[in-house]
């Protein structure tokens, strides 16, 4: 069974950083999977932030965020990380990291429906 758990949520002030973690389980060793990140503001929709392939490290980012988020993976502690930098206010959600099994990383990795596995979520707070 894959599970997702995230962490490392919390608040911080407008222009800091802060690095939250998926730790992902359930895949194996030979399969081929996507992890994407995507945030969940009050009364909006989930958007596609990052997604990365296990397959080759490919990486895609959306424009809200590229040149200020970075997502990697540590194949070793099977766990996908989103470090964040320059934090603003209109970054605050819940952060959720998604799972499923394709490899190729493109602008349809951050579609929610391209997922079939889910985190709980953890909570980014940012203050002005």
């Known amino acids: 069974e894959v599970q997702l758990v995230e962490s490392g949520g919390g608040l911080v002030q407008a222009g800091s950083s802060l690095r939250v973690s998926c730790e992902v389980s359930g895949f194996a060793f030979y399969d081929y999977y996507a992890v994407g990140w995507f945030r969940q503001a009050p009364g909006n929709e989930r958007e596609g932030i990052a997604c990365i392939s296990s397959r080759d490290g490919g990486t895609y980012k959306a424009d809200s965020v590229r040149g200020r988020f970075t997502i990697s993976e540590d194949n070793a502690k099977k766990t996908v990380y989103l470090q964040m930098d320059g934090l603003k206010p209109e970054d605050t959600g819940v952060y959720y990291c998604?799972?499923?099994?394709?490899?190729?990383?493109?602008?349809?990795?951050?579609?929610?429906?391209?997922?079939?596995?889910w985190g709980q979520g953890t909570q980014v707070t940012v203050s002005a």
């Open positions: 998604g799972a499923s099994y394709f490899s190729r990383v493109d602008s349809a990795c951050l579609m929610e429906s391209r997922y079939d596995y």
